[in-house]
């Protein structure tokens, strides 16, 4: 493909450059804020009643009624965090990722294990909720159920590209999916309680199972509520994202915090209590919240609206992850803990690298886990509380500092906060440790490790790199070579630029039969160009040797003398063209480039077909 | 590895560079051109009986004795041939290679054909010999059977480096044991004739069969003949290898073929005789002449040296490929028919890339045929049959044109030889062609065509470089920029190094951030170097854009106007550190590459950890 239709391609994929005078225009309201960063948390409602009853229902089909303590324990949690970071918004206007605020209060290592653990939770987030989604698309068609794992990667892909787009466009895009999602769970979840009531939906699959169930242990229930802490995950969105808000930032992003916890609770709920009381099973080819909707509806048309909305709102809830990753690898980058490729943005103004690398991540996860929701869940979470933990403990950490308005009950909240979320990660660890939990438990480690690496290594280039202390150098004089084997069109060009470098520019020819240097001897009177030809005498055939001498000859004029080999280079019209060429320039290239004081430039002479 | 240690176990494994003055005591004696170029014919007595009795037991064991016209027949053949071919040799004391005699007297596309037909057959070579070769050992030690694919490969890892130390060591190394092998077969033989007439080797193991039986087709017999006619594969060998011989070189390779001829067919009808006297049918895990050899010699010491001298001469004669291929591969490259790498000594005076290729290839048909001799042998022989008719054919036209002394019995006598040897190739084809003989009919004419788009394109290219015609081009000029990001000890001295190429030498910087100029621009007083700094405005951050038009804007300063940009690059201690730099220097160069008129240059500054 052309230079020029890769760009056009580029630009109908993923849109025009924006200039970077603009940037304050991509902000976000609170309607489309809540659109595109609650969306994670509201969607999780999709999956995380069914993650609590696949648990419970190992006990048997009579286990599935401790459902509803735990659905409010999670509940009490929810408002909890939600209360808890509302603060962290207030206090940290310009964005109060774990990362930031744990690094701040806590130091540089937990604000480090914070980062991983987000960074890791971003990926699970858009696996899982690609999953989710997919999954509500095949309880509605069930033909598809054979394809899902190329479905979600689809899926990844559609998110990947509007992002690269930027986040205007996004959640302008997404915004009314999102209210459609909310309405449509409210008028289920009303409906259907009604309905249950009046008795004018119909019969219920199962009776509501009788509660105070003996013979349930209660690792049994620690790990069904550890299940269900996944509808918690992205709450944090809303804090890391408050620079994205238009002013005032603060005050904006703490509405929809608050809006987005009390919707989340409702919903979580109601779709758990009917869950209880229509007495749904999990079951492998249907979502529960399919059944509730089927059972409800009646599978007519409102049925499948509500399963399309809801995958809709699992795309979006993907798609903040896809502002949250680049955001924070932008954060580690600028503080050298990652490669710099993930601070530049691009001519989107948006983050591409860290873009590109959370879809295939993700993507990858995807096919291994072969695109199943509970497959995933086990993995997810953990990392959610560890940095919830963090997040709430350097808050406190702050108050206790600051002690400015209110800052006992503020640490109090913040440290009930810290407390609950801290008791709920250990939770989290330990019941889901055997099922994947233990792969994020070695991978956060292993990343904060790196990190570190990284770090040191940008540290000790910049101090080499440094000008501090650096002694003027001497002026530097250099010897132009040319390298030629040949005499032809584009070794002229070549001796012309190195005269342009130098007047004393010399050409060396390595010899390895001396019939050749007759015959070149004889061209180079006439296309010599003046310059003086120098033959190296090679007995073993080799084209190093000699040059290498010659060059350890001319490097002892002094310290800082340089020598310069240009090669004159054909380019074929067509690149494959390119191997049936000596590959000689490569070779010497490679050779020189590790060597003190040469530098070789080609000078390329373009064939025309 | 560091390169010295690399230099080292080069040195080891393939001896030290021999300087090109030295060439000439690299020739071979009568005694070692027999042992080296004779090698692949002698072999194939090894497995030739073999198949011809492996395509006869279709018919049952009663058809077995057909064994002995056949035999008869290709020992005529044998003798046709080498009378042709020796008067190749004196025609063409330079090599008379099929190539090289088909091209001269045919045609270039006889010549490729012929060309195509023996680089296979080389390949083909290799793999047949070190799969029989192998068999031999695995007759005698049935335990390494299970194994003979890696023993195969690791056999032609050896010959490879043997090769790769240069032919006249190969020849050394290799002269006893082909002796072995031609003596301990005479021995075989008579002492097996004899025993088998006065009785003294014990009970054969099955009677001859008796002739003249009906029901076995025609098609059956020739298709064994073909079978059979591997037995020529390497009689051109001697002809192909003329100028490897000591002066008079001609003189030297006719006697040797003649010897060859001698040898060869009195050993291939003395096995095929026993095989039928001893009423010796194939077998999956032990070879013909192993069984042979077993009954003989009764399996004890002297039996298992014969086994093992069969190995020898099988893996020398993979080891006249490893002469051969590369030589008419330099033919080809020197025509420009194929990539001139191939045209490269290295420096132990071999041709190491065609050593390297043929070795690859051969290891992976030899994986790819799971080290079976029989399902190779449908591929072998089309293409040597093919060579030896077209090269007979040349002599002919030869004899035609030049009408020297005696032209007309000599005509005659290659014309015999052109025509027999096309009626056994198309015997070959016809009868070979669905058990594998398609896939080389098919390779033959995707090489000619390979090799006349690869020649046509060095002829493009010729033309396009010759200074024939070529207007003296007027005097270059040069502008000189260093393109920065910041500034550090790496750009101090590529503002330097830019500094002598040109005084007027000027440093770019790309303004994406207004801030960051200010701050550069504070640097730039105290270590600027006295060079001027160009600041180029981004509004959409993209580093390529800006500088893009200001080099056309540079360029319109005339025609030969060339633009250099000098990129200071600092080259991290250890290779993996490189990723975590922005890769903007590669980038820039990949884009700048094919743009007419722009150079650019490297300054690295190799930091120390």
């Not at 109908?12 to 659109?35: D, F, M, N, Q, Y």
């Not at 999102?178 to 769970?185: A, K, N, P, R």
């Not at 993507?363 to 560890?386: D, K, N, Q, S, W």
Request: charged letters at 15%.
């Amino acid at each position: 493909m052309s230079e020029g239709a890769l760009a056009s391609l580029k630009q109908v994929l993923v849109g025009k450059p924006i200039p970077s005078h603009l940037a304050h225009h991509e902000r976000l309201t609170k309607a489309t804020g809540l659109a595109v960063l609650s969306s994670d948390a509201l969607s999780s409602v999709a999956y995380a009643t069914e993650e609590i009853l696949l648990v419970l229902v190992a006990a048997g089909t009579v286990a599935l009624s401790y459902s509803l303590p735990i659905a409010f324990a999670i509940a009490a949690l929810i408002a909890i965090v939600v209360s808890s970071y509302r603060q962290t918004i207030r206090a940290y206007p310009q964005g109060g990722g774990a990362y930031v605020v744990s690094k701040d209060n806590l130091g540089v290592p937990a604000g480090l294990v914070a980062g991983a653990a987000l960074l890791i939770d971003y990926v699970l987030t858009v696996a899982v909720s690609a999953a989710a989604g997919i999954a509500a698309v095949t309880s509605a068609l069930p033909a598809l159920f054979h394809y899902r794992v190329w479905l979600c990667v689809f899926a990844v892909a559609v998110v990947s590209v509007v992002n690269l787009r930027g986040i205007r466009e996004s959640g302008k895009l997404f915004a009314v999916p999102t209210y459609l999602f909310i309405v449509s769970m409210f008028v289920m979840v009303v409906y259907g309680a009604l309905g249950a009531v009046f008795d004018f939906i119909g019969e219920a699959p199962y009776a509501p199972h009788g509660p105070g169930l003996e013979g349930v242990g209660l690792f049994l229930v620690l790990r069904a509520f550890s299940a269900g802490c996944a509808a918690l995950t992205g709450v944090e969105a809303v804090s890391d994202g408050v620079p994205a808000f238009k002013p005032p930032e603060a005050r904006n992003a703490s509405i929809v915090l608050a809006w987005l916890g009390a919707i989340l609770i409702t919903l979580f709920l109601g779709i758990t209590y009917l869950a209880y009381d229509f007495g749904i099973v999990p079951r492998e080819h249907e979502t529960v919240v399919s059944q509730i909707a089927r059972h409800v509806f009646g599978g007519g048309v409102l049925y499948y609206a509500v399963q399309l909305v809801t995958m809709l709102i699992l795309l979006l809830a993907a798609n903040t992850s896809f502002a949250d990753f680049p955001r924070l690898a932008f954060f580690l980058a600028r503080d050298r803990f990652i490669p710099r490729q993930f601070g530049n943005q691009g001519d989107r103004l948006v983050f591409s690298n860290g873009i590109l690398i959370l879809g295939g991540l993700a993507a990858l996860l995807l096919v291994v886990f072969r695109g199943e929701t509970h497959a995933l869940i086990p993995l997810y979470a953990v990392g959610v509380f560890i940095s919830f933990t963090l997040s709430q403990t350097s808050m406190v950490r702050r108050w206790l500092r600051l002690r400015g308005q209110g800052w006992w009950w503020r640490a109090a909240l913040n440290g009930a906060g810290a407390a609950v979320t801290g008791l709920v990660m250990l939770t989290i660890a330990v019941t889901k440790f055997s099922h994947g939990a233990w792969i994020v438990l070695l991978l956060i480690p292993t990343l904060v490790a790196l990190f570190m690496m990284m770090h040191a290594h940008y540290d000790d280039v910049a101090g080499q790199l440094s000008l501090e202390g650096f002694a003027p150098p001497p002026p530097m004089t250099n010897t132009v070579l040319v390298l030629v084997g040949d005499l032809h069109r584009g070794v002229v060009k070549a001796i012309q630029y190195a005269q342009t470098l130098s007047p004393a520019a010399k050409a060396v020819f390595i010899e390895t039969d001396p019939e050749r240097t007759r015959r070149l001897e004889e061209k180079w009177a006439k296309w010599g160009m003046g310059a003086p030809l120098i033959v190296l005498s090679s007995p073993y055939r080799s084209l190093l040797g000699p040059l290498l001498e010659y060059i350890e000859h001319l490097q002892q004029h002094g310290d800082n003398h340089v020598v310069t080999i240009v090669l004159p280079e054909f380019i074929p019209a067509r690149w494959w063209q390119q191997i049936l060429h000596n590959q000689t320039a490569l070779l010497i290239k490679g050779r020189l480039l590790f060597r003190k004081n040469v530098i070789v430039t080609d000078v390329p002479y373009h064939l025309k077909h």
